[in-house]
């Protein structure tokens, strides 16, 4: 079983950054891709990045690319996402994410999900 703990979210004002971090433990015989995703108040879950188990291919959503940045050693199956220029709209609970296989994370089925962390961006 694989435990993904995530860290580093927090109260910012519009136009601040944050870095999420989040961390694999438990049992990784193998390095997982890895992902995020964020859920704002009575909206659905959305994927928002993730990147390939060798850390060389990343993938983002429209609404955040060139503003976050993904990225990961995934040999110790931790990932981080730099949020930067934020916005009232990124704010939600963002949930990590991990699958070998990343085609699967980005799809919103990957095998294993953290707890949350919560962003809230003021304006």
């Known amino acids: 079983q694989v435990q993904l703990v995530e860290s580093g979210g927090g109260l910012v004002q519009a136009g601040d950054s944050l870095r999420l971090s989040c961390a694999a433990s438990?049992?990784?015989?193998?390095?997982?891709?890895m992902g995020w995703f964020r859920q704002a108040p009575e909206k659905e879950r959305e994927f928002v990045a993730a990147?390939?188990?060798?850390?060389?291919?990343?993938y983002y959503a429209d609404s955040v690319k060139g503003r976050f940045t993904i990225s990961g050693a995934n040999t110790r199956n931790t990932v981080y996402l730099q949020m930067n220029s934020l916005k009232p709209e990124d704010t939600a609970v963002y949930y990590c994410a991990a699958d070998p296989n990343v085609r699967t994370v980005q799809a919103g089925t990957p095998t294993y999900w953290g707890h949350g962390t919560q962003v809230t961006v003021s304006s």
């Open positions: 990147i390939s188990w060798s850390g060389i291919n990343t």
């Open positions: 438990g049992r990784t015989p193998r390095p997982y891709a």
